[in-house]
């Protein structure tokens, strides 16, 4: 059991940055694939990026390639998102997920934070 819960939302004009964090707690964390996805009202959560369980994979959205960064820190039990040149269409609610191997969809998702907003202005 991975219970996940994300911080570090805010709002941020274009071109600011934000880190948000996913804190875990349970004693497999380590065992886990790590992602952020995020949704817009009236539109189907997506893929922003993904971590393995070493830190060694990451893969990215090619919306946010260049201007995020995914990683892990095993004995914290923590996932950060560094979210640089943010633009008005990165606002959405940003989720973190866990799950036993990588993934890219949220139907593989198997533990989801409760989200925590971003909001940039232009």
């Known amino acids: 059991q991975v219970q996940l819960v994300e911080s570090g939302g805010g709002l941020v004009q274009a071109g600011g940055s934000l880190t948000l964090s996913c804190a875990a707690s349970?004693?497999?964390?380590?065992?886990?694939?790590m992602a952020w996805f995020r949704q817009v009202p009236g539109k189907e959560r997506e893929f922003v990026a993904h971590?393995?369980?070493?830190?060694?994979?990451?893969d990215y959205a090619d919306s946010v390639k260049g201007r995020f960064s995914i990683s892990r820190d095993n004995a914290k039990k923590t996932v950060n998102l560094q979210m640089n040149s943010l633009k008005p269409d990165d606002t959405a609610v940003y989720y973190c997920?866990?799950?036993?191997?990588?993934?890219?969809?949220?139907?593989?998702?198997?533990?989801w934070g409760q989200g925590t907003q971003v909001t940039v202005s232009s």
């Open positions: 997920a866990a799950a036993p191997s990588l993934f890219k969809v949220d139907a593989a998702a198997r533990y």
């Open positions: 349970g004693r497999t964390f380590s065992y886990y694939t």
């Open positions: 971590i393995g369980w070493s830190g060694g994979i990451t």
